[in-house]
């Protein structure tokens, strides 16, 4: 097997000395440059397998080598090191295209974990990626464009923050995220912030040691350590709590953790991925989310398009999701009426792909005969255009007033029951599910049920 080859780019002998050993031990082979000239000389003799290089150059700095390597020579991953606490530095470096980067003064077991993972990568390169969609079904150019950002996100270690409406799949395409890139072989942890209590919130992420507090009977270790070598993926990361926000920039910008009741910091060797269907921008705004960890996540941002933007897709879609529920039902899938396909063409999709696959299974459960009818799919055409409207608006808008009737809030909370029991209903009482649905966190969705008398926690 041809021997790998690291260039190592830096200014400091010493620097360039260190890394050279401790790769050569690693059985690779370095080429060196003391600066940015040297180095783009050596990689017009050959494109090496990784490239280190150092922020700041004396003729140029790095940035300048890792758009200049983005560009003539895509399939060699690149590494930055930084200053010790430059997260502007570093965040610019994984914006402009670098695998991912790393701070002095160097930690010998991080560089090691780094390197293997670049050419982890570059030996998948080599070989191609496969042709499968990771359940990203559509061939719009919206759905093109996005396979297209998924692979070149997959190739750097950079912090990805997918936003898109609830039921667009953003979980599929951080699963994808990670299955295409170097820590395919890790795990995959995922976690929706909003389904898990403020008190234990700390101690779910970092983990805690016996006795830290009540109930702690044992170590434990978190999410972070379970997520080791591979990739934590945060979901509904807008209800994360601001006093756990701190902690968590803390956790990103230092690569380290500390459990609860522990006196130690552990390192850490995760790719984050998060998402949310909120307004980030909007959560920043209005001070519930904090900035500095807005920039820090949202490093590279990556939006799932919702279904009514890509309506095309509705057919593939619906026979695909057809196929794999009567296949869990043991029964043969069948065939969607053009009528059928048209009706879901018409339809507003609140609830995008997640809100189709729920038509389908209801229409599939109650239906007879080898094909799906429009009626079968139970379905109104959502309105889109509402022009030509305003009477039936002035006597909507009359009737709700003779509703009111003058109780707005008993009118308001009758309104929230009704919405609140469609979404369990819809859901089989899933509160996570339709905490999701909804918009809303958890805790708010058990707060409202308990003031409405719909709790059935017993």
């Not at 300048?64 to 390597?69: G, M, N, P, Q, S």
């Not at 230092?254 to 269907?277: C, M, W, Y």
């Not at 379905?379 to 509402?386: C, D, E, T, Y």
Request: hydrophobic share 40%.
């Amino acid at each position: 097997m041809t021997e790998k080859t690291v260039l190592i780019v830096d200014d400091e002998p010493d620097i360039r000395e260190l890394l050279e050993i401790t790769l050569s031990r690693m059985g690779l082979l370095t080429r060196s440059a003391a600066n940015l000239t040297e180095a783009v000389a050596l990689l017009a003799e050959a494109a090496p397998d990784l490239c280190l290089t150092d922020m700041r150059l004396p003729d140029g700095n790095g940035i300048d080598l890792v758009a200049h390597i983005q560009s003539d020579y895509p399939q060699v991953p690149v590494a930055v090191i930084t200053a010790h606490g430059s997260v502007d530095a570093a965040i610019a470096a994984l914006k402009a295209g670098a695998f991912d980067f790393i701070s002095k003064p160097v930690e010998l077991e991080n560089l090691r974990n780094l390197v293997l993972s670049a050419l982890e990568l570059g030996a998948e390169s080599s070989d191609g990626v496969d042709d499968d969609h990771g359940g990203l079904i559509g061939e719009t150019p919206q759905m093109q464009r996005l396979r297209q950002q998924i692979d070149k996100l997959a190739r750097s270690q950079a912090p990805v923050h997918i936003h898109g409406e609830s039921g667009t799949g953003k979980e599929v395409v951080a699963r994808l995220i990670h299955r295409r890139g170097p820590r395919a072989s890790g795990p995959f942890i995922a976690v929706n912030c909003g389904a898990i209590p403020a008190e234990l919130m700390e101690s779910e992420l970092f983990g805690h040691v016996k006795g830290s507090f009540t109930g702690a009977h044992r170590d434990k270790s978190g999410l972070f350590q379970a997520a080791s070598g591979g990739t934590l993926f945060l979901d509904e990361v807008a209800d994360l709590p601001l006093s756990m926000q701190v902690k968590l920039l803390r956790a990103i910008q230092e690569k380290t953790i500390r459990p609860v009741g522990s006196s130690e910091e552990t390192g850490t060797d995760i790719r984050l991925l998060s998402a949310t269907h909120k307004d980030l921008t909007g959560e920043v705004e209005a001070e519930r989310f904090r900035e500095d960890l807005y920039f820090r996540i949202n490093v590279i941002g990556l939006k799932v398009p919702a279904l009514r933007e890509r309506l095309d897709d509705i057919p593939r879609l619906a026979t695909t999701l057809l196929q794999r529920i009567a296949s869990d039902m043991g029964i043969s899938a069948p065939v969607l009426q053009p009528a059928a396909i048209d009706r879901l063409q018409a339809y507003h999709f609140p609830g995008n792909v997640r809100e189709l696959e729920n038509i389908l299974e209801r229409a599939l459960a109650l239906a007879e005969g080898s094909e799906l009818t429009a009626d079968d799919l139970q379905l109104q055409a959502a309105p889109r255009a509402p022009g030509g409207q305003q009477l039936n608006r002035r006597r909507d808008d009359r009737d709700r007033l003779q509703a009111v009737a003058g109780d707005l809030p008993g009118y308001m909370d009758s309104i929230e029951r009704e919405v609140l029991g469609a979404a369990l209903e819809r859901y089989q009482w899933n509160r996570t599910e339709a905490a999701s649905a909804l918009g809303i966190s958890f805790r708010s969705l058990r707060y409202r049920l308990k003031k409405l008398g719909l709790d059935q926690s017993d």
